[in-house]
């Protein structure tokens, strides 16, 4: 499933279905257009009750013959999404895939680095730290505030009136949905008119605070345990494994936010970041790096472990295919 340019979560489906060779015509891709809100429609769901973008639908295991009927389920958990496709494409699995391509374990291979596996996926997947979250605090003082307006203002208002026309049908009894799903939408509704009524002045100051402390504070300190967990140039050592699909698609996200692009060089995109957060915040370059190759002939430099991990991540078809756009 793919969304807008503004919040790409899609991302996080594509780079480990590139990563594990599915086949194309293993994977029936649906649009999902989370700027105009169609996360909340009453068909999206009925398969995630929470809206959540990117949705998996998957056959059971047990109806994949041609004469059982299918059954399906969902997964809507991030985390869960990506540890289903990695296992389910393996040279043990039974998915009867039409694909030659080899099929990595994405899995971490010992205990260490399934623990620091762990810290990374689960830091950079707190709520508060969320992409979308993220956009929405993506201002620091009046001008940057009322020119973050100009594009997420529209969408906003697109999402509210997707979210009361259900509401309305619901109201007019032309559709039937469950009170849980109404109480859903309210909620929804609320905060899109609370992060509406900032961009029309109110509250600015404690807006202003919060992404302050957001840019300042929260992201420094998650920047720095994720950093802390790397071994480089891949998040657990030479190999891929699934914290590089979790951070590459997360660190993208921060990137764009500070200005930057997947076509940027790590340098180029890490300083970014830095700038971005200011107060003199710098990754410590300790990581010995040179060309991806084991005949280059440059010497090693020493470099931040973020700006290798994005170069070893830009440099694989998976992150070539994803950001083609």
Known sequence: MTT????????????PQHEKGYGDDEVDLRVVDIDKGEEFSPTFLRLSPKGMVPTLVVPLRGSLASD??????????????????DKSRSASSHTHTTSSAPAPSLSPATVAFASASSKIIDSIHA???????????????????????????????????????????CERETMRMSEKTKAFWREKQAETETALSVFNGNDVDGYLSRSRNMWEITIPGVLTRVNEELVGPYALG??????DIHLSVWLSHLVRLAGGSPSDDGDVAIKRVEKHIGNGFVFPEDFLSSAFSPFAEEKAVARSKLAAFWDAMKSRSSWKKVYAS
């Open 4 to 15: 807008s340019s503004v919040i790409p979560k899609a991302v996080l489906y594509y780079s």
């Open 68 to 85: 059982i009927a299918s059954r399906f389920k969902a997964i809507s958990d991030t985390k869960a999404l990506i540890e289903f496709l």
């Open 127 to 169: 709520d508060e730290v969320s992409p979308d979250h993220l956009q929405y605090l993506n201002a620091r003082d009046q001008a940057s505030l009322q020119e973050l307006g100009k594009s997420l203002v529209p969408i906003l208002q697109s999402r509210r009136a997707a979210i009361v026309g259900y509401l309305t049908d």
């Open 238 to 243: 030479d190999q891929v494994s699934i914290a």
